[in-house]
Structures are given as structure tokens and as C-alpha cells.
């Protein structure tokens, strides 16, 4: 395992985290500090659990239901956030998430954005139509939407979609932003304003990106891992990775030799 | 690929098309070929009756003869007869048109007048002043090759002596009394009218002693009577009279008549003409000089009122002139009207003109034949003229499918099935509507237990129950569809309803305990779950916490019915109810209905809302609960809204499936055809009704129409409600298709 003798104030750190699916372990060990306020990018090759990794983060994978964990995830102030005390709905209105497909509801452009307050119990017409637009605004949704937003939200772009859906995860107003592949299903444009958008809001929230786009990763990140078969790799900062791998594995996979 | 193995999957694709298509077509073709079935075998109800001109002939004997007084015609509408004002009947073989018999009646006296009490029965008075009356009888009889001869035979039933009236006769009305015996009522020379009855009364010794009585109806003398109609039973007499006035009188005591009712009959004060007493002696017809044909009977004269008055029931043809003769079916509650040369034929119920019509010179006799198949006219120029006639479901129409009607010995208009009765002259009532609503009531009370436990249910196991339980849950609910309705029937009507009789008190606090116990339990449970350990059973093992729960609300409630009966309900609380809320309290009950048909329905509600609440797509979920929605905020606000089509198209589904359903209504609900939103009584539902009356519905026959188009009726709901459900399943389909 390499030791990463990187100096940042992380915001969450994960220690000897182990995973199994069923019986089938997933990850195998990883340490990882989270960089606060930056964006970190996971590359590796499908399968490798770079993904899996993301949604420990926020405990998505508890909804599986055959998923045991081992290790421990703390967050800034010290929290084990798979201690039996911890709410995981708590942690998950900190830590946001972004699907790999656009997910927003059958709902109307505003009533996507407000959920997770309204679910919180806020239901100020003021708030919410405050947080609206400073969310949408945050996506760089705003100006497309404002005139519309009593309609579907299904009826928007793959692209606007997405942004919506980070708008939705902005307007809970999280510090860790989570994104699952987001751009894997849009359009070379589409992909442009959300890596735009990524960079953004960057510097607001720390943002976790799990890609398969290497130039995306090299675009957008501060910080890359690379995962391979379970085990984190390499985890550096993103031009040392990608102009000076220290990892034998991790110059193979840059450079396309697998993957 | 290989040549051979291409094309072979060619073939197989082909064939398998075929196979499928046809299959699919074959479906489409039965359901179709159903409803028109339906529709063919219901459609002749509301097909117009037609007639059919068989033959038309001058009478035999040419101008020369006698005054025809009266007509008839055999069933099979071959043999036809006239009996003529010199008392002579002659019997006519209507195909050949020729005279094949005659014989004088009571040795050729003249006939004065005649009064028909329906085909072939006729009071006759004579020159003399005597009167008889006579029945003519057709026998079919057939020989070795099946051929038909038709015997014809004139009977007197009755014959009043000559000098029996205080005065000469101007029209008698004879019934036959048992014995011998028989009432006469005389119309006499200003304007009296006199009973006579001779009572035959036989003594311990076998000998027979007979008293004859005589009495004066009271008349008005200024107000000339206009029409007698004396029931078969002889103990009731209607008049009409000139200045509108209908009368009845009660002649059980041959002594003293006593005045029943006397009333002017139209508020115009017209003068009334014609009486008959429609089949069954229950209604009588009358008709004025505006040519207007009524019937009456004895009814309350406001509803609740105990006071029963002759009243306008129905308003069957009116006619441009006054109505010179009406004569009843023998057959069914149809009268034949004739006005200035034109015949109609009514149905009192259905308030249907079944026929009108009129010969090129106007007809002055007419008769109808016994089967209600034929009809005899005789017209000013003497001609015969014989028309075949066809009305076979004279009973039905819209109004008495579907409105209210006053039917005979009802005191106010009613929706009323009653298809069967122990007498040929019953009134049949064939209101759908009785049926229809019970179909309702059974679906609504089934939905109200049903809707609830399958939509609950099926969220609980879809979304909060743990895989384990999801695993044996679905398919245990599943195979409960599978229970044939004949076994959830019995154990409803013979194991659940006596229960239920007995604990119905107890079911009643255990709907309210069951709440209450529960929500204490929750304040309970409240400040107990701050235990991590309790609160380990948060985690989809409520039901270890639902169960004991309900069984103690059973065992509370069981436990507090005699005290709660003692304290509050004097002891019974059936009697209670009888007292305070409902006069039928039935075993077969609406709860029982809910329950058992509930049960049926539960599966298709509970696999349709399971299927609705998997198929919202998973990201949908994991977006909520990224959010930082709980699972029930997830349910809620997410899972619910966007599977709503399937769970109304579960609930429409099952509404179609209680609506159906024959088996349990039949064993369950104890079939009373009444219109009461009651839950505790039962219904009548249109399939249960269709499995209890078609084995007794004579094919072709009326009721067994009726029976069709309740299944048409029956058809469409569930057709309707399937359509429904199929919309609101594309809904959801299209809406998550891009998922």
C-alpha cells in the first residue's frame, strides 16, 4: 500500500475500510483523506470498486442490504459515520450525491429543488423560493429554467437534467458533494457545462467524482485515486498522477495499456 | 451461420407468428362473440311487436245475417266463431273461410247484450230477461300421423232464470260461486242496479241448501251508470258513470253490498265509458269518452297515508274518440282497447302500446286468442280479417328496468325484482335497479375492507418488511386468489356469519379498541425506542410487535362484550339495534360481505400495488434517500405519487373482480333484492341474481331475457372498470418508460 504523504486539512477521512458483498469482498483496506473544499476524481477500471467506495461515503450502500463494512469513515469533527449512533439520514443531507443517470422526480422543476427541504420540514414559500434560486443559480440552471419551473422536470435536456439533480443536492445545502459518474450519459457539450459547473462549485464544497473520462479526471480534479481490484492504487495529486505515477499499475492504466 | 439452421429459424419464427396471432384473434373473436351473444339474446326485449294479416274473408252466410255480439278465436288461430244477436254460434275454419258448425244457445233466444271477461268467456243477457254465461273450450287432439284436429265446445257455466231482477235487464254480469253457486249484477231500467246471488251451501247430511238474495246498489238517478266490471271472485263490483264517477263496492255480504269507494276519477269530471278488470282481478281499466285507457287500483292516497282510495296507477293509449270496449288478456296484465274503429293493445305495467291499429272499415267486434297470438276483427262491412300477432315480452321497457313503478298492491311507485310469483296472474317485476345496487353495495362495503389492507399491506411488504418476509409474503397472498370463491362462500355464510352473530358486538369495540390500543402502544413505543435494542425492531420486525397487539384487541374485545352489552344496550344488543337502528338486522350481513368479498379482492390489490411500487425506478429511491429522506418520507413522497395509477388501477381492477364475483355473493349475502345501504342487512347482486333464477327461466321466456340483459349490463360494468384499470396501467407505463 502506498502512503500518502500529502499535507491537506481533509474533510473526512477513511481508515482500513473493508467491504463485502455477501461473502465477495469488494474493497480491501483503503485509506483515503478527503480533501476539504477540493475536488477528488476515482479513476480505475470498471469492477474495481471505485464506485462502491463513493457510496460508502454516504452510506448508500446500507439500501443493499447484503453489505457488511469494516473500517472506520470519521468525518472532520471526529464522528465515526458508521457508528451505531449515527443518523444516516443526518449524514446524508452533509453528503450529497449525484447519480450516474439523472434521477429527478415526476415532479415540477421547483418542487425537485425543494424536496429535501420540504422533507425537512421547511415549507416558507420565501425560503424555499429563495433556496430555488440560489440552487438553480448554483447549477447554472437558472436563466433556462426560471420561466418554468412549474412544469415537469422531465421535460428538460439529459443535460439540464443533471444539473438539476445538482441543484437538488446543492439546495440541502451539503458540504461533501458526491458524483457517480455524472457526465457518463451526456453529450460532449452537456459534459462541458457540468465539468464547468464542477469547477464552479468547487472551493464551496468538496466534491467526490468517480470517473471513467481520464481527461475529465485530469480537467476537473485537484486529487485523483486510482482504485484497482478493491485496493486503492495511488492517491496524489491529480498532475503528479497523471504526469509522474509513482505506481507501476497506475502508468499502465493512464496510459492505456488496460482498463 | 449454417444455411439449414437460418433457415429452419425462419421457419419456427413463422410458424410461432401463426400460433400467436391466432391465439390472439381467437380471444378477440370470443369476447366479441360473447357480447353479441348478450346483445342477441337480449335485443328481441325491445324489439316493437308486430303483426301479420293471416287472412281476411266476408262472413260466410253474406249481408243477410244477424248482428254479430261476439267474437273468438282459437289459440292455434285456425278455428274462429261468432255468435250472432239471434243467439246462434257458428264456427268458422279460418283457412278455408267456410262455416263447419253451428249451434243454438239457449235455444235461440235473442241476445240483448254481451259482456266479455276476457277471450272465449262471455256474460250474455237475453230477450227474455234471463242471462247466461259461456265458455267456449278448445281441445287439440292428434292422431297416429301427428295431425291436428281442433274440438271446439260451448259450455254455460251459469244461467240466471228469467224474473230473477226485480225488473227486465238491460245488461248482467255473472261469476261463478263455488257450488253452483253464482253473483249476477243487473243494470236495470232507470238507472238501478241490483245484485243477485245464489249461495249453495251444502249441510252435514250431504244434501245442498240454496239462498238466493237480492239487493240495491245505490245509484244516483241523475247520474246514468255507464259500465259494471264484477270480479271473478263475485265480492267486487266497479261502476262508471256518466258524470265521471267510478264507484266500488264490497258484495262479500250478499245481504248488505257496503260502499268501498266512490271518487270522481278525472278532475275534469269526463264522462266514463268502459270498464274491464285487468288479469288478476287486482287493477281495473277504464276508459273515458276522451279516449283515454287507465287502470286503478286500491292505494294509499298519500305515502304513509292508511287511508286507500281507487287510484290512477297507470295512463295506458288514448284514442281521438271514446272508448267503446276493453278487454283483458287471459294471459298476462295486457287490455285491448277499441275506439271508433281502432284496436290497441296495452301492457298495464310497462305502460307499453304493444299495437295499435284499424281495418279499412272500421272494426266493431274483436277478440283476442288466449295465447295473446292472434286477434279477430270484425269490421262494419262485415268482414273477418285474422291477424297473427307476436308481442313476446310485453312486461318490458326502459321505465320498468330501470324506474320506479307502481306495481299492483304497492302502496307508492318502487324498484321491485320479484320475477316470480305462486300464480299465473302475478305482476312480474323486473327492476334492475334492486340488483345493480346491491352489485354496488357488495363492491363498496368489499372495497371499504379490502382497499385498505391491499394497499397497506402491499406498501408494508414492498417497502418496509425485511427480504425475508418479502420472499414468502407476495406468493402467500398470490395463492389466496387461487382459493375457489365456492370455499370462501361456504366458510363466509356458514362459519363467519354465525361468528359474527354472535360476536357482533365485539367486532364493533374491536374496531374502536384495535385504534386505540395501537396509538397507545406508540406513545409507548415513543420513549421506549431511545433503547438501542428496542429499536433494533424498528428495523422491519414490527409485525412481531403488529401481532401480539391484534390479538390482544380480539381477546379485549370479546372479553368486554357482555359487560359493554349489560351497561349500554340493556342486555341484547340486537335488540338494541332492532330498536334504535335498523328493523332488518340480518345474519348474512353486509360485514360478512366485506370481509368475504374483501378477501378476494385483497390479492389483486395487493399485487397490483406491489408491482406499481417496484416498478418506480430504484434511482428514484436512492435520489430521495440521498436527500436524506426516511424511508416513509421516501414512500410518501416519491414511491406513492408516481405508483398512484397502479394502485388505482389495483382498486378498479378489484372493483371489477367484487363486481363480478357470483360464488360468495350468492352463498353469503342472502339474496334479498332490497335497496338498503344498511350493513346489516344483505343484498342481492346481478350475478348471484343470474346463477338463482336462470335454472327456473323458461328459455326464450321473458324473465330469462331480462336475466341476459342484466349479464349485458354486468359485461359492461366490468368491461368499463377493466378499461379503467388497463388506462390508469398505460399511465404509469408511459410515465416511467424512459427509466
Not at chain 1, 3 to 28: C, E, N, W
Amino acid at each position: 500500500m502506498t502512503q500518502h504523504k500529502i499535507q491537506f486539512s481533509p474533510v473526512m477521512r477513511v481508515r482500513g475500510l473493508d467491504l463485502y458483498y455477501g461473502t465477495a469482498q469488494a474493497l480491501f483496506s483503503v485509506d483515503m483523506d478527503i480533501p476539504k473544499h477540493q475536488v477528488t476524481a476515482l479513476i480505475g477500471p470498471s469492477g474495481c470498486g471505485k464506485s462502491t467506495f463513493l457510496r460508502c461515503l454516504n452510506r448508500m450502500n446500507d439500501l443493499l442490504g447484503s453489505v457488511s463494512i469494516q473500517g472506520k469513515i470519521e468525518m472532520d469533527d471526529g464522528t465515526d459515520i458508521y457508528d451505531k449512533h449515527q443518523d444516516p439520514i443526518q449524514l446524508r443531507r452533509q453528503v450529497g450525491m449525484i447519480f450516474q443517470k439523472s434521477n429527478p422526480f415526476p415532479k415540477t422543476i421547483y418542487e425537485n429543488v425543494v424536496y429535501g427541504l420540504r422533507i425537512a420540514g421547511v415549507n416558507d414559500k420565501k425560503t424555499l423560493d429563495q433556496v430555488v434560486e440560489s440552487s438553480l443559480t448554483r447549477a447554472a440552471l437558472w436563466d433556462e429554467v426560471k420561466d418554468r419551473l412549474d412544469q415537469s422536470a422531465l421535460g428538460l435536456s439529459g443535460g439540464q437534467m443533471q444539473r438539476l439533480c445538482i441543484a437538488r443536492a446543492v439546495a440541502v445545502g451539503p458540504e461533501i458533494l458526491l458524483m457517480d459518474e455524472p457526465c457518463s450519459a451526456l453529450d460532449p457539450k452537456s459534459t462541458a457545462k457540468i465539468e464547468d459547473l464542477i469547477l464552479e462549485l468547487r472551493g464551496k464544497y468538496t466534491i467526490v467524482i468517480v470517473t471513467h473520462n481520464m481527461q475529465q479526471a485530469s480537467r476537473v480534479s485537484d486529487y485523483t485515486g486510482f482504485f484497482y481490484e478493491g485496493k486503492l492504487i495511488e492517491f496524489d495529486r491529480t498532475q503528479q498522477i497523471f504526469t509522474n505515477p509513482k505506481n507501476q499499475q497506475t502508468e499502465d492504466y493512464i496510459t492505456g495499456r488496460f482498463g | 451461420m449454417d444455411q439449414a439452421v437460418l433457415k429452419r429459424n425462419r421457419k419456427v419464427d413463422y410458424w410461432a407468428k401463426k400460433v400467436i396471432s391466432l391465439g390472439g384473434v381467437a380471444i378477440l373473436v370470443c369476447v366479441i362473440g360473447m357480447l353479441v351473444m348478450l346483445v342477441m339474446q337480449t335485443a328481441p326485449l325491445f324489439l316493437s311487436p308486430h303483426k301479420k294479416e293471416l287472412t281476411a274473408f266476408a262472413l260466410p252466410n253474406g249481408n243477410n245475417t244477424p248482428e254479430a255480439v261476439a267474437l273468438g278465436v282459437d289459440e292455434y288461430l285456425e278455428t274462429g266463431y261468432w255468435i250472432d244477436s239471434v243467439g246462434t254460434i257458428r264456427f268458422l275454419d279460418l283457412q278455408r273461410a267456410v262455416e263447419t258448425d253451428h249451434q243454438k244457445l239457449f235455444s235461440g233466444l235473442g241476445i240483448t247484450k254481451m259482456r266479455t271477461y276476457g277471450p272465449n268467456s262471455f256474460s250474455l243477457t237475453f230477450a227474455d230477461g234471463s242471462a247466461g254465461l259461456v265458455e267456449v273450450t278448445f281441445a287439440a287432439h292428434f292422431d297416429e300421423n301427428s295431425q291436428r284436429t281442433i274440438e271446439h265446445q260451448t259450455k254455460v257455466i251459469r244461467q240466471v232464470p228469467a224474473g230473477s231482477f226485480s225488473q227486465f235487464p238491460l245488461e248482467v254480469l255473472i261469476r261463478p260461486l263455488e257450488n253452483n253457486g253464482m253473483a249476477a249484477v243487473a243494470l236495470l231500467p232507470g238507472n238501478r242496479v241490483e245484485v243477485w246471488t245464489e249461495v249453495v251451501e251444502e249441510n252435514f247430511l250431504g244434501t245442498s241448501e240454496t239462498h238466493s238474495f237480492k239487493t240495491q246498489i245505490q245509484t244516483d238517478p241523475k247520474d246514468l251508470v255507464t259500465a259494471l266490471a264484477l270480479n271473478k271472485k263475485g265480492d267486487r263490483l266497479y261502476l262508471a258513470t256518466q258524470n265521471g264517477k267510478l264507484v266500488l263496492w264490497n258484495l262479500n255480504n250478499p245481504e248488505e253490498p257496503a260502499l268501498i269507494d266512490m271518487r270522481t276519477a278525472f278532475a275534469d269530471g269526463r264522462a266514463l265509458t268502459s270498464l274491464a278488470l285487468v288479469y288478476g282481478d287486482e287493477s281495473l281499466a277504464v276508459g273515458d269518452e276522451k279516449g283515454q285507457v287507465t287502470t286503478w287500483f286500491m292505494a294509499p292516497e298519500a305515502s304513509g297515508s292508511p287511508q286507500k282510495r281507487l287510484t290512477l296507477i297507470h295512463r295506458l293509449s288514448s284514442h281521438k274518440t271514446e272508448i267503446q270496449s276493453l278487454v283483458p288478456s287471459l294471459r298476462n296484465k295486457a287490455v285491448l282497447s277499441l275506439a271508433a274503429g281502432t284496436v290497441t293493445l296495452d301492457h298495464m305495467t310497462s305502460e307499453r302500446e304493444l299495437i295499435r291499429f284499424s281495418a279499412p272499415s272500421p272494426i266493431k267486434q274483436f277478440a283476442f286468442s288466449t295465447r295473446g297470438n292472434g286477434l279477430l276483427g270484425l269490421d262494419q262491412a262485415n268482414r273477418l280479417t285474422l291477424w297473427a300477432f307476436d308481442a313476446p315480452h310485453p312486461e318490458g321497457s326502459w321505465m320498468v328496468y330501470f324506474g320506479k313503478v307502481h306495481y299492483e298492491s304497492y302502496s307508492a311507485p318502487d324498484y321491485v325484482w320479484q320475477s316470480s310469483a305462486g300464480t299465473d296472474d302475478f305482476e312480474p317485476k323486473f327492476s334492475l335497479v334492486p340488483l345493480i345496487f346491491g352489485s354496488l353495495k357488495g363492491t363498496l362495503y368489499a372495497m371499504l375492507f379490502a382497499v385498505p389492507m391491499g394497499i397497506f399491506g402491499a406498501i408494508y411488504t414492498n417497502q418496509f418488511a425485511s427480504r425475508r418476509f418479502q420472499t414468502w409474503a407476495k406468493p402467500a397472498v398470490e395463492i389466496t386468489a387461487a382459493v375457489p370463491s365456492v370455499i370462501i362462500g361456504f366458510l363466509a355464510a356458514l362459519w363467519l356469519a354465525p361468528i359474527l352473530d354472535r360476536w357482533l358486538l365485539g367486532f364493533f369495540l374491536f374496531l374502536v379498541i384495535l385504534p386505540s390500543l395501537t396509538l397507545l402502544f406508540l406513545v409507548y413505543w415513543a420513549q421506549a425506542r431511545t433503547n438501542k435494542k428496542l429499536r433494533l425492531i424498528e428495523q422491519s420486525k414490527e409485525l412481531y410487535l403488529a401481532l401480539p397487539l391484534l390479538l390482544s384487541a380480539v381477546l379485549l374485545s370479546a372479553w368486554l362484550q357482555p359487560q359493554v352489552e349489560l351497561w349500554f344496550f340493556g342486555g341484547d344488543f340486537k335488540q338494541w339495534l332492532y330498536a334504535y337502528v335498523t328493523k332488518d338486522y340480518d345474519q348474512r350481513n353486509s360485514i360478512v360481505i366485506s370481509f368475504a368479498l374483501g378477501f378476494m379482492v385483497i390479492p389483486f390489490i395487493f399485487t397490483m400495488t406491489d408491482d406499481a411500487l417496484s416498478s418506480v425506478p430504484d434511482s428514484l429511491r436512492a435520489a430521495s434517500v440521498a436527500l436524506g429522506a426516511s424511508r416513509w418520507q421516501t414512500t410518501w413522497k416519491v414511491l406513492l405519487p408516481s405508483a398512484s395509477p397502479g394502485l388505482f388501477a389495483g382498486v378498479i381492477l378489484g372493483m371489477g373482480r367484487a363486481i363480478g364475483e357470483t360464488m360468495v355473493v350468492l352463498m353469503a349475502t342472502g339474496n334479498t333484492p332490497i335497496i338498503d345501504i344498511s350493513l346489516f342487512n344483505g343484498m342481492r347482486t346481478l350475478s348471484a341474481n343470474i346463477a338463482v333464477e336462470i335454472p327456473e327461466a323458461p328459455v326464450d321466456g321473458s324473465l330469462y331475457r331480462v336475466l341476459f340483459l342484466s349479464a349485458l349490463i354486468l359485461f359492461g360494468f366490468t368491461f368499463l372498470i377493466n378499461s379503467i384499470a388497463e388506462l390508469f396501467r398505460y399511465s404509469l407505463r408511459k410515465k416511467y418508460a424512459e427509466f
